[in-house]
């Protein structure tokens, strides 16, 4: 199913870029669009991955440079049956972690310096059985695209409404084009980031029972949810790469308010009762 998803949001990226490249530059702009989106969906099938690690200058560790860490996730995938990932670790305070790649050959599973220091072995345990679901329901090549798509049509927005309010509209359109296509600028952000809602959430309680039933212990990944989230209040990553806040376990960024109706991620409280009713269940 994943697969499905995958390919309809290809699809739907060069679309978008038709669309502002048209809003842009006419005939030409649809010509140009159309190259950069089909080298853009090159570029994000196998190169996303590296472009989202190295956004967080994470770094690949060996079982010598962290054993506890890659013994925790060797034990993990060894009772799933599945294959070793790449363990990468960012230097970063903010607790967290996140799972990326093309499939579960080509996985990694990164994690914060502060995550590893705030979690007890059991609660890290849970967390890295979460990331491995997400790598087992293939759900790590979508949301992965999905960061670098939102990214990129948020900054291809951003220049296009520039040039079209600062350098003029050109050519001899009429103020209704103008108007549309100024509004299309506009709206290719938001349908961007209703893209990276509407395919975060379900993603996130299904990882959450999955990774229940790797480490066999759903109260453990409970108990690090809560944890987690007063960490990251705490101490939260800056709010400069929004586009991937979907990727991690938690949402890195803070946010109150209103911002919360707009969460990649279902409210811990939910997936902490989920879990509970599960722990319940094995009782």
């Known amino acids: 199913m994943n697969g499905v998803k995958t390919a309809f949001l290809l699809t739907l990226i060069m679309v978008l870029f038709l669309l502002v490249g048209q809003a842009l530059g ?14 853009f969906n090159f570029f994000s099938y196998w190169y996303s991955d590296r472009v989202i690690l190295k956004m967080y200058k994470a770094k690949e ?4 440079q962290a054993p506890k860490l890659y013994n925790m996730v060797d034990k993990l995938v060894k009772r799933s049956n599945m294959p070793m990932p790449k363990i990468y670790v960012i230097p970063s305070s903010t607790p967290n972690a996140f799972a990326t790649g093309r499939n579960p050959q080509n996985a990694v599973v990164a994690v914060t310096e502060g995550i590893v220091r705030l ?6 345990e849970g967390v ?3 990331e491995l679901a997400h790598i087992r329901n293939r ?3 979508l949301s992965t695209i999905v960061a670098t798509v939102v990214t990129a049509i948020t900054y ?21 084009e103008a108007f549309g296509q100024l509004l299309l600028l506009i709206l290719a952000p938001i349908a961007a980031m209703i893209i990276q809602l509407a395919i975060s959430r379900a993603r996130e309680y299904m990882a959450d029972a999955g990774g229940a039933e790797i480490c066999g212990k759903p109260m453990a ?3 690090a949810l809560n944890k987690l989230e007063k960490g990251v209040q705490r101490a939260p990553m800056p709010d400069t790469n929004s586009s991937t806040s979907h990727l991690f376990i938690v949402n890195p960024f803070r946010g109150g308010g209103v911002s919360k109706l707009f969460s990649t991620h279902p409210p811990i409280p939910e997936r902490v009762k989920r879990l509970e009713a599960l722990a319940r269940g094995r009782a």
């Open 156 to 176: 291809l927005s951003l220049m296009g409404r520039f040039a079209f309010l600062f350098m003029g509209r050109g050519g001899d359109r009429s103020a209704g």
């Open 26 to 39: 006419g005939q030409d702009g649809l010509i140009i669009a159309f190259i950069i989106a089909l080298a």
């Open 119 to 124: 979690l007890n072995d059991e609660e890290l």
């Open 221 to 223: 990944l409970a108990n």
């Open 128 to 130: 890295l059985a979460h």
């Open 61 to 64: 560790v060996t079982r010598e």
């Open 139 to 141: 759900d790590i090549l």
